[in-house]
């Protein structure tokens, strides 16, 4: 019986086994054919397996290539592949920006406003930021006149920041007969004609032996002449003396030229460039001598330029010395002092220009703004064997250019770079015309602070109380605003003169050469504040 209920019972349990068999596989068989396509569809054995492959991988290489270089060592801490990914190739369209910005302008007027002979002017002020513009506008900052503008230009109403490179009145220091007949320890004697013909025979009578040229108020047939060779009723030449005993230089007689910059009228400032003198050598030894052979005693156009001196070529092309330093070391050579030379030069242009300033104030009171003007000229003068030097005439538009002589270039362009940074033309402030900047940055550039002067003297008594004694005109309590305005403009001036020497006010070292209670009061007034600044800055000496 145990046998059969225990053979029962497994064959119940068999039937009851596969009765739950069979209720599993019954639903199960769809999902199972499902899976197994699947599998094929990514099996490797199969052809749609292997493309799918073949396809997933090379897509997540491309991807993994185009990741940013730090990307994948930040997620991976792995090294980036050093291969870039290929970049489609795109065609760019440049769209050209044009700049509006301003900048200041300028206009030229003579007769020939565009040539060559104002090559160099046009350059220094393209490098400046100053761009050209036409003359029929009043919106302009700075007129360079070649000519004389005052006779045919209307320029008495000028703008306050407008500036033009001449004074009304220049012509009193530049005019070749009014310098000659001025009378001045520099100047050899001369005789206007015919007015002062008696004058000169007295003169000649009195001297036999001096020597006289007839020159002609335009530089022109310069010649010596016997006295019976001079026509003595042409208006418009004068009778000099003739230095008949020059310095010469490996035999060649020479003249300097001395660029000059006035910056102020009334007070009176006056500049000249020290970075080098213009030397001009006659083409024809000097002797022996003849008058009728001018080349030997006048200089002419074909002048003969430093570097063919013999005794200066090596100076000014083997060590790269200027004309003045080559002169220097040729004087210098010879036992001689070349200092003795240039001290007279800068006191005959100083006494000239304060011998004149007097009519050029005049004229100046015609205008809106006497601040309007400045003016650059060039003196020229000769030196004789002992070392005397005569101021013979002043060029009121100088030569410069250099089309002549090339290494003139140089000279003419830091010429005027340093006359243009002098008189405010040049800035480093990004500016759209010379119109006065906002208070902060007029204030950057000049302060109370950098005109202040006597801080002891103004602090004290009577000072304190009064600005009537003339010790306390300086005293910044006492300046009115056209002091202010001055002594601002000459603070600026030096602070830009470059290579530009200040000879008026006149340095501490000749104070002696000039007679400081026969200046104006405007004059003494000036002179007055660099010295004083010269107490506490030696650069204001």
Same mark, same amino acid.
């Given at each position: 019986?145990?046998?059969?209920?225990k053979?029962?019972?497994k064959?119940?349990?068999?039937?009851r086994?596969?009765?739950?068999?069979?209720?599993?596989t019954?639903p199960?068989?769809?999902i199972?054919?499902?899976?197994e396509?699947?599998?094929s569809?990514f099996?490797?054995?199969?052809?749609?397996?292997?493309?799918?492959?073949?396809?997933?991988?090379?897509?997540a290489?491309?991807?993994?290539?185009?990741l940013?270089?730090?990307?994948?060592?930040a997620?991976?801490?792995?090294?980036?592949?050093?291969?870039?990914c290929p970049?489609?190739e795109v065609?760019?369209?440049?769209r050209?920006?044009?700049?509006?910005?301003t900048r200041?302008?300028?206009?030229?007027?003579?007769?020939n406003p565009?040539g060559?002979?104002?090559?160099h002017?046009h350059n220094?002020?393209?490098?400046?930021g100053?761009?050209?513009t036409?003359n029929?506008?009043?919106d302009w !900052?700075?007129?360079w006149?070649?000519?004389?503008?005052?006779r045919k230009?209307?320029?008495q109403?000028?703008?306050?920041?407008?500036?033009?490179?001449?004074?009304?009145?220049?012509?009193?220091?530049?005019?070749?007969?009014?310098?000659?007949?001025t009378k001045?320890?520099?100047?050899?004697?001369?005789?206007?004609l015919?007015?002062?013909?008696?004058r000169?025979r007295?003169?000649?009578?009195?001297n036999?032996?001096k020597?006289? %040229?007839?020159k002609?108020?335009q530089?022109r047939?310069?010649q010596?002449?016997g006295?019976?060779?001079?026509?003595?009723?042409?208006?418009?030449?004068?009778?000099?003396?003739?230095i008949?005993?020059?310095?010469?230089?490996?035999?060649?007689?020479f003249?300097?030229?001395?660029?000059?910059?006035?910056?102020?009228i009334d007070?009176?400032?006056?500049?000249?460039?020290?970075?080098?003198?213009l030397?001009?050598?006659?083409?024809v030894?000097?002797?022996p001598?003849n008058a009728? $052979?001018?080349?030997?005693?006048?200089?002419? !156009?074909d002048?003969?330029?430093?570097?063919?001196?013999p005794?200066?070529?090596?100076y000014?092309?083997?060590y790269?010395?200027?004309?003045?330093?080559s002169? !220097?070391?040729?004087?210098?050579?010879?036992?001689?002092?070349?200092?003795t030379i240039w001290?007279?030069v800068?006191?005959?242009i100083r006494?000239?220009?304060?011998k004149?300033e007097?009519?050029?104030v005049g004229?100046?009171?015609?205008?809106?703004h006497?601040?309007?003007?400045?003016?650059?000229?060039?003196?020229?003068?000769?030196?004789?064997?002992k070392?005397?030097?005569?101021?013979?005439?002043?060029?009121?538009?100088?030569?410069?250019?250099?089309?002549h002589?090339? /290494?003139?270039?140089?000279?003419y362009e830091q010429?005027?770079?340093?006359?243009f940074?002098?008189?405010? %033309?040049?800035s480093?402030?990004r500016r759209d015309?010379?119109?006065?900047?906002? /208070?902060?940055t007029?204030?950057?550039?000049?302060?109370l602070?950098?005109?202040?002067?006597?801080?002891n003297?103004?602090?004290e008594?009577p000072?304190t109380?009064?600005?009537?004694p003339v010790e306390?005109?300086?005293?910044?309590?006492c300046?009115?605003?056209?002091?202010?305005d $001055?002594l601002?403009?000459?603070?600026?001036?030096?602070?830009?003169r470059?290579?530009?020497?200040?000879i008026?006010?006149?340095?501490?070292?000749d104070?002696?050469?000039?007679?400081?209670?026969?200046?104006?009061a405007k004059?003494?007034f000036?002179s007055k504040?660099?010295?004083?600044k010269c107490?506490?800055?030696?650069?204001?000496?």
């Amino acid at each position: 019986m145990t046998e059969k209920r225990k053979e029962v019972t497994k064959k119940a349990d068999d039937h009851r086994s596969n009765t739950e068999d069979g209720i599993k596989t019954r639903p199960s068989k769809p999902i199972k054919r499902i899976d197994e396509d699947r599998g094929s569809f990514f099996d490797l054995r199969t052809t749609t397996g292997q493309i799918l492959f073949i396809t997933v991988t090379v897509t997540a290489v491309t991807l993994v290539q185009c990741l940013p270089k730090d990307a994948l060592k930040a997620l991976l801490n792995l090294q980036a592949p050093s291969a870039q990914c290929p970049q489609p190739e795109v065609q760019f369209v440049e769209r050209q920006i044009v700049s509006h910005e301003t900048r200041p302008k300028y206009w030229v007027f003579g007769r020939n406003p565009a040539g060559g002979h104002l090559l160099h002017v046009h350059n220094v002020l393209q490098r400046l930021g100053v761009d050209q513009t036409s003359n029929d506008t009043t919106d302009w !900052d700075l007129l360079w006149a070649h000519d004389y503008p005052f006779r045919k230009v209307n320029l008495q109403r000028m703008k306050r920041h407008q500036l033009v490179n001449h004074f009304p009145g220049s012509g009193y220091i530049t005019n070749k007969v009014d310098l000659s007949i001025t009378k001045l320890e520099y100047i050899p004697a001369a005789f206007k004609l015919p007015a002062e013909s008696t004058r000169f025979r007295e003169y000649a009578a009195a001297n036999p032996d001096k020597k006289f %040229v007839q020159k002609n108020n335009q530089h022109r047939h310069i010649q010596i002449k016997g006295i019976d060779e001079i026509d003595f009723s042409s208006n418009d030449t004068f009778i000099q003396e003739f230095i008949d005993d020059p310095l010469l230089v490996d035999g060649y007689k020479f003249d300097i030229g001395v660029y000059t910059v006035i910056t102020s009228i009334d007070p009176l400032r006056v500049y000249v460039y020290k970075g080098d003198i213009l030397f001009r050598y006659c083409p024809v030894p000097y002797y022996p001598f003849n008058a009728s $052979d001018v080349d030997k005693y006048i200089v002419g !156009d074909d002048y003969l330029p430093t570097w063919e001196v013999p005794s200066l070529k090596q100076y000014y092309t083997k060590y790269g010395f200027g004309m003045k330093d080559s002169f !220097d070391g040729y004087v210098r050579s010879m036992g001689r002092d070349p200092s003795t030379i240039w001290v007279q030069v800068e006191d005959a242009i100083r006494l000239l220009i304060l011998k004149k300033e007097s009519l050029l104030v005049g004229l100046l009171s015609r205008y809106a703004h006497k601040r309007n003007f400045f003016e650059m000229m060039r003196f020229d003068l000769v030196v004789d064997n002992k070392l005397k030097v005569y101021l013979m005439e002043a060029n009121m538009s100088p030569n410069l250019s250099s089309a002549h002589f090339k /290494p003139n270039r140089l000279l003419y362009e830091q010429v005027i770079y340093n006359l243009f940074q002098l008189v405010g %033309v040049g800035s480093s402030i990004r500016r759209d015309s010379f119109h006065k900047q906002p /208070p902060d940055t007029e204030a950057m550039l000049t302060s109370l602070k950098n005109l202040a002067t006597a801080a002891n003297q103004c602090s004290e008594l009577p000072c304190t109380e009064s600005c009537a004694p003339v010790e306390c005109q300086l005293c910044s309590t006492c300046l009115e605003e056209n002091d202010l305005d $001055d002594l601002q403009r000459a603070y600026r001036e030096h602070m830009n003169r470059g290579d530009m020497k200040r000879i008026f006010p006149v340095p501490k070292n000749d104070q002696a050469r000039v007679i400081y209670e026969l200046l104006s009061a405007k004059n003494q007034f000036m002179s007055k504040w660099f010295e004083e600044k010269c107490k506490t800055d030696q650069s204001y000496c």
